[in-house]
């Protein structure tokens, strides 16, 4: 992505009923990576028709956000799975600490990172897996 911001604005107060298939970033997020360039041609119509039940959406299409997207491969569904730029920052966010969310070089917080808490060395799949359905909840 361009940029860490979302646009428009994710504002507390609107709730969750902003978000997901209500808004431009949040639903290409969500997007299955395989409907991605249908989504990318008209994302209005694509969201509209996803709220209204014409496109189904179901687990076994896994959305975007898993992936990093220059390394997708149609053929081989998993080249580029679990290494998609928002789940990374998710998983750093909750591990390693907010102030490495966007920058992993960042200077260290104030309080311990839980995954130091919970005696991570290195990013265990489970961890991974968590951070993700922290991600589709968000």
């Known amino acids: 992505p361009e940029f860490d911001q979302f646009d428009p ?39 509209e028709k996803v709220n209204e039940g014409q496109i189904k959406i179901t687990a076994t299409k896994l959305p975007t956000f898993l992936y990093d997207e220059s390394m997708f491969d149609p053929i081989k569904k998993s080249q580029g799975c679990l290494r998609g730029y928002y789940l990374k920052r998710v998983f750093r966010h909750i591990f390693t600490g907010p102030s490495s969310a966007l920058n992993a070089n960042a200077r260290r917080g104030t309080k311990t990172p839980k995954g130091r808490i919970h005696g991570m060395t290195s990013p265990l799949p489970r961890a991974i897996a968590y951070a993700a359905v922290q991600v589709g909840f968000a």
């Open 9 to 47: 604005p994710l504002v507390k107060h609107h709730g969750k009923l902003a978000r997901g298939w209500n808004h431009p970033q949040t639903a290409r997020l969500l997007c299955p990576m395989r409907m991605l360039s249908t989504f990318d041609a008209d994302p209005r119509s694509f969201m």
